[in-house]
């Protein structure tokens, strides 16, 4: 063989190597980008449902925000018409004597 076709080979065989490795870190790179992907996508599910979590948990508490409210304007009710309860059982008692 000569020194030509020996230097050719060699090119061939550079050219070759280089093309398989960037090939191989092409082939690389999809599969981690893949794999990324993935990951990204089961992060953002479970970020969904925790936000679905939340929207429930305060959409309960604003069902119980209601409900004490309504509890504490039913209480002052009471307490205003006992108020008026004793007063009359006290007048009627005073009256009586």
Known sequence: MSE???GVISVLGILSSIIFAYLG???NQKKEDLEG????G???TEIGYI???VDDIKRKQE???AQHIEVIT???AVEASSKQAHKRIDDHI???E
Do not use: E
């Open 63 to 65: 069902k119980q925000d």
């Open 74 to 76: 039913r209480l002052t």
């Open 25 to 27: 870190f092409f082939r």
């Open 42 to 44: 089961v992060l953002l």
């Open 94 to 96: 005073k009256g009586g």
């Open 51 to 53: 936000k679905s979590g």
């Open 4 to 6: 030509t076709t020996l």
């Open 37 to 40: 992907g993935k990951k990204d």
